[in-house]
């Protein structure tokens, strides 16, 4: 059943997240899509023959990762959107230090450009150090956390944006606002 659960997420994921369009599915400007057009369009696949909106909903609710969210009939991705056009997202304030875990070979270009959101549409920063190593481990087998200094970004007139508990957005965060986490550092704070 888990395993089942995992690639439901990531199908619905792939539908919601990067190519509705295959799945015939109308996404609104915030991202949010009518269940029952998800399901349908799902059920095309065998795999998926018999998935009910209930399966759906258990999927989200169960989840350990917060990638989906469920209001009434309609779901969406909370975040990692590479459509062609930007999902409205919700201002916030984030605690005052974010991380972002990145291949340590294109750490010498972000300290010079800032992060940049490359091929979404924004910037995914972490609330602690573990998300943003596992984060940068699907990238690299050698991972750098850099620290996002967000006070003083947001000082700066970044705009952070609210991805989910664990999940910060912005378009851009500038380099002055970033530093290399010590190795040392990382190891304590997995601890």
Do not use: C
């Not at 995992?6 to 919601?16: C, I």
């Not at 018999?50 to 975040?79: C, F, N, P, W």
């Amino acid at each position: 059943m888990a395993a089942r659960r995992v690639a439901l997420s990531r199908a619905v994921s792939h539908a919601l997240r990067h190519e509705p369009w295959l799945y015939e599915i109308e996404v609104d400007d915030e991202g949010w899509a009518p269940i029952g057009d998800l399901v349908e369009a799902l059920r095309r696949d065998r795999q998926w023959r018999g998935l009910t909106a209930a399966e759906v909903d258990e999927m989200v609710r169960s989840a350990t990762k917060q990638r989906h969210e469920v209001l009434g009939d309609r779901i969406r991705a909370l975040y990692g959107h590479s459509l062609p056009y930007r999902i409205a997202k919700t201002p916030g304030v984030p605690l005052d230090v974010l991380f972002h875990g990145t291949a340590t070979e294109a750490v010498p270009t972000i300290l010079s450009t800032g992060l940049l959101p490359m091929a979404r549409q924004y910037v995914h920063l972490s609330a602690d150090v573990a998300t943003a190593l596992a984060v940068g481990g699907r990238k690299s087998e050698q991972v750098t956390v850099l620290v996002i200094d967000a006070a003083a970004a947001r000082a700066g007139d970044v705009v952070f944006l609210r991805g989910n508990e664990q999940v910060w957005l912005a378009e851009h965060v500038p380099a002055p606002y970033l530093r290399v986490k010590e190795s040392s550092d990382v190891a304590r704070d997995e601890s």
